[in-house]
């Protein structure tokens, strides 16, 4: 394709959307029924397929989490937090505060969230990295990776902007799958990881 005019060269560019556009895409239809779709700094990403790991943690995670957390916060899976940097991911989980709309009239934003949760195996770099610094531009205060690949929970907190400018956590903790964790801001809130983790696929 030529993308010249006259002597001056043309450089492609990105379409970057906002979220008003994003929302507005879904409402047209433009989404295919079952797309798994993310916005993320403007751009549309299709979310990676799931493995049956993946999918046996999920499973584990909905039958635990709803019987720690109760009423005292609202636990969603799979949906949307907007991000006023053009963002609209879905994490595995979000636990976010309570509210008497049960967010009818809106996502729940940064302002909301008490922590975020994604599960990792083939999506693990970039849960790792461009979510992760997503998560910290907004001031995500905790972020959860169910690290499938090495069985392990990476924990993260105190976001900050690096030197270089982009985001990311002053503090990681790695716990092991027989361990256990309080949820953040829930210090009495205690989950048993031995009930979280996938078993172990022998040959």
């Not at 994604?118 to 770099?125: A, P, R």
């Not at 690949?149 to 002053?170: A, C, H, I, K, M």
Request: aromatic share 10%.
């Amino acid at each position: 394709m030529n993308l010249s005019t006259g002597n001056h060269a043309q450089t492609p560019t990105i379409k970057r959307f906002t979220l008003e556009e994003y929302h507005r895409l879904g409402e047209l239809g433009f989404f295919a029924q079952g797309d798994r779709i993310e916005l993320i700094r403007g751009e549309l990403v299709y979310m990676a397929a799931k493995g049956t790991a993946h999918e046996a943690c999920n499973r584990k995670l909905i039958r635990e989490l709803p019987k720690l957390i109760g009423d005292r916060a609202t636990l969603q899976d799979q949906s949307p937090v907007v991000m006023p940097t053009d963002g609209a991911p879905e994490p595995d989980f979000a636990v976010v505060k309570n509210r008497d709309d049960d967010y009818v009239s809106i996502h729940p934003t940064p302002e909301d969230v008490l922590l975020l949760i994604e599960i990792s195996d083939s999506s693990l770099t970039y849960d790792q990295e461009t979510k992760l610094s997503l998560y910290a531009e907004n001031n995500i205060q905790d972020y959860w990776i169910f690290n499938l690949l090495e069985n392990v929970l990476e924990t993260y907190s105190e976001p900050y902007q690096r030197f270089q400018g982009d985001f990311g956590y002053r503090i990681k903790r790695v716990s092991l799958p027989n361990e256990a964790i309080s949820l953040p801001h829930f210090p009495d809130l205690i989950l048993d990881l031995s009930k979280t983790f996938p078993a172990k696929i022998t040959p």
